[in-house]
């Protein structure tokens, strides 16, 4: 990641809020309008806002996950400095849309924590609550995510002439450092497959395996959500296109470049593989 993508990164809550001034506003666009990862960021960024703001009378109703509380109280200790920009912005937001339960538990929480900034805190993590929500029931918003994800852990971590993987080391990478038993779907040549790596990444309130491939050249990636079942759905955003089955208790989604060649002999394979 550059200083630009860095720096862009930390302006994004406030631009997707409309508060930079003039300079930090072009330089941000500036960027965007040359760094596809970064933008697709920012779309994401964007779209959470709107399912937020389109979404909040449906997820008022909704119990929040187990633990929340805890979370924030925890990090409002890590990080006890003053909120700024989109972030003060995003908190009033959140307050608004935040299910009662929610809102109570902030009261009583708040007291016992250092004014403004660490209340602040506690409510941007009752927005991620929402946003966790409604990513559950929408396969558009969960495409997004994942396609974001997809961009930057690419980005970061598999760039060009990363070396072919061995399926069962990072099987047992998965296990050692995480706790997690699943099958990773090895390079095959035959489908044209090249297996470049595996990650942890985020995913709602929580994390997932990421497994990072190669296909006719492009970046191919596969998540693992163990515990969710969803419906089989094919979703394309920012201009990914997005793959989700079920088998058991796991949801698969696999993502890939539109316009990136036939996918349809590599897209069968790991969806046979994966389990």
């Known amino acids: 990641m550059t200083s630009d993508c860095r720096l862009t990164a930390e302006r994004l809550a406030s631009y997707v809020d409309g508060l930079l001034a003039p300079g930090d506003l072009a330089a941000v666009e500036g960027h965007l ?6 933008r697709a960021a920012a779309l994401h960024e964007r779209a959470a806002r709107t399912v937020l703001r389109d979404r909040a009378s449906t997820l008022r109703q909704e119990p929040l996950p187990p633990g929340l ?3 924030c109280e925890a990090l409002a200790r890590e990080h006890a400095r003053p909120a700024t920009g989109g972030w003060a912005t995003r ?7 935040s299910a009662p339960r929610a809102a109570s538990a902030l009261r009583a929480a708040a007291p016992r924590l250092l004014p403004v900034s660490l209340t602040a805190i506690l409510i941007v993590f009752t927005s ?3 946003i966790s929500l409604a990513t559950q029931r929408s396969d558009t918003l969960l495409a997004a995510q994942l396609t974001a994800d997809h961009a930057k852990c690419f980005k970061l971590f598999g760039g060009e002439g990363s070396a072919t993987a061995d399926a069962a080391r990072l099987e047992q990478m998965l296990a050692d450092r995480y706790g997690w038993d699943v099958h990773v779907p090895p390079s095959s040549a035959a489908a ?3 297996l470049v790596g595996a990650r942890r990444c985020l995913y709602a309130d929580g994390r997932i395996p990421h497994v990072m491939y190669r296909v006719n050249g492009r970046n191919v990636s596969l998540y693992m959500l163990e515990g969710v079942e969803r419906r089989d759905a094919d979703v394309t955003s920012f201009g990914h296109r997005s793959r989700i089955w079920s088998r058991g208790a796991t949801t698969y989604v696999l993502v890939w470049p539109v316009g990136g060649g036939d996918m349809t002999t590599a897209a069968r394979y790991v969806m046979e593989e994966a389990h």
Request: positive net charge.
């Open 33 to 38: 309008a040359a760094c596809q990862p970064c």
């Open 69 to 71: 509380r805890s979370r």
């Open 91 to 97: 908190a009033a937001f959140a307050l608004r849309a």
């Open 128 to 130: 991620t609550a929402l």
């Open 192 to 194: 044209g497959v090249e």
